[in-house]
């Protein structure tokens, strides 16, 4: 075989991209160029959403689905006119940004890993030539059912259930956890509207979902980024993943370094956007939505040489729930391709592998980072 030829088949061979779903790597996307590439995104939409609040049910009905069509496309999107008060944003960013100013001695008095339920500080670094360097930080806040701005009624069971009990803050920073408060009241109300919203784009009655997130399972993280090391030994500041939970409300800063993984096996950026936040499909939604909305993989890579903030609020169903795929997303010919999952079993066992897999990495003294 001559030279050429054998050029020629290295230069046919694919290439993948390849990210973390369901708890695993085995997960790869084929870079499709030149006949190969298929009709997809190449920018991230933005939708005003000031219809899902109206009074107009035609209204509503009419952003669910223009809602409804981005989810089956893109799994990403940039949403305006969200109700939650740009003041209450930045604040939150200040709040975070002086947060993760603090002692590292500060930060680790809340160590998730002290934590039963992995509520509180995580610190993630990576190898360079010259030693480890930090690569991200994050606090972990989750619900609280005493704060609910739709306060449930819960059995002692139900109530031992919400995960946000767990919830640590630093000390003498009474400011720290109030604004935290008020940002998970807000995105509640959003978050519940939404859901109601892709209910009636998935062609389901606008309340379907009312009952199974009255007591949520709900997470806010305060993400910090510091300039990601050029001879660092990992290429993200953010593995390449998809998230797990129903959807995701996305602040970032404007600084940008959110990347959106497109059908093409193409990195797309997710621009910022004043004033909006982003939300995308989990895997949860993808999946009781039998495969007709899309949980996209995403990654974050900062490159800037300037320290990045994102708080993304990730929201999903009751604990002690079962979801099956609605039967409006099912028929003779797609039958449902899942069964129901219960929020706190998957919950759990996933809490249980970030543990072992931090043991593991703690006896081996490496550093490898763990979503």
Not at 141 to 168: F, M, W
Not at 298 to 315: A, C, D, M, Q
Request: proline share 6%; hydrophobic share 35%; aromatic share 12%.
């Amino acid at each position: 075989m001559s030279t050429t030829t054998l050029e020629a088949t290295k230069a046919e061979e694919p290439k993948y991209e390849y990210f973390f779903k369901d708890n695993h790597w085995e997960n790869k996307r084929e870079v499709l160029t030149g006949n190969k590439a298929v009709k997809t995104f190449d920018e991230i939409p933005v939708i005003d959403i000031a219809g899902i609040f109206s009074d107009s049910f035609e209204e509503r009905l009419r952003v669910a689905q223009e809602i409804a069509v981005i989810c089956k496309e893109v799994g990403f999107m940039y949403i305006k006119n969200h109700g939650v008060s740009q003041e209450l944003v930045d604040e939150m960013f200040e709040v975070s940004r002086q947060y993760h100013a603090l002692p590292f001695e500060d930060r680790m008095a809340d160590y998730v890993y002290e934590s039963e339920t992995l509520r509180g500080y995580d610190i993630h670094y990576t190898n360079t030539p010259n030693g480890k360097v930090q690569k991200k930080g994050s606090f972990l806040y989750s619900y609280d059912c005493d704060k609910d701005p739709e306060p449930p009624i819960l059995t002692p069971a139900q109530r031992a259930l919400c995960v946000g009990q767990h919830n640590r803050f630093p000390v003498n920073q009474p400011h720290f956890k109030e604004v935290l408060e008020e940002y998970q009241k807000q995105m509640m109300i959003l978050a519940r509207r939404m859901m109601k919203t892709f209910a009636l784009g998935l062609g389901a009655n606008e309340t379907y979902f009312n009952s199974t997130v009255t007591a949520p399972f709900t997470s806010i993280l305060l993400n910090y980024y510091p300039p990601q090391a050029p001879d660092g030994e990992d290429p993200e500041s953010l593995i390449a993943h998809s998230d797990f939970e129903t959807f995701t409300i996305l602040g970032q800063d404007m600084l940008g370094g959110l990347e959106v993984l497109n059908r093409n096996g193409v990195y797309i950026p997710a621009k910022p956007v004043y004033g909006a936040f982003v939300v995308n499909v989990g895997d949860f939604l993808q999946r009781i939505s039998n495969d007709m909305f899309v949980s996209t993989v995403h990654r974050v890579r900062n490159l800037t040489g300037l320290e990045r903030y994102s708080i993304p609020f990730f929201f999903s169903f009751n604990m002690d729930v079962k979801i099956p795929v609605l039967p409006c997303c099912t028929s003779e010919d797609k039958p449902a391709k899942y069964g129901p999952r219960n929020l706190n079993e998957y919950t759990a066992q996933r809490r249980k592998n970030q543990r072992q897999k931090h043991e593991e990495a703690l006896r081996n003294g490496t550093l490898e980072a763990i979503l």
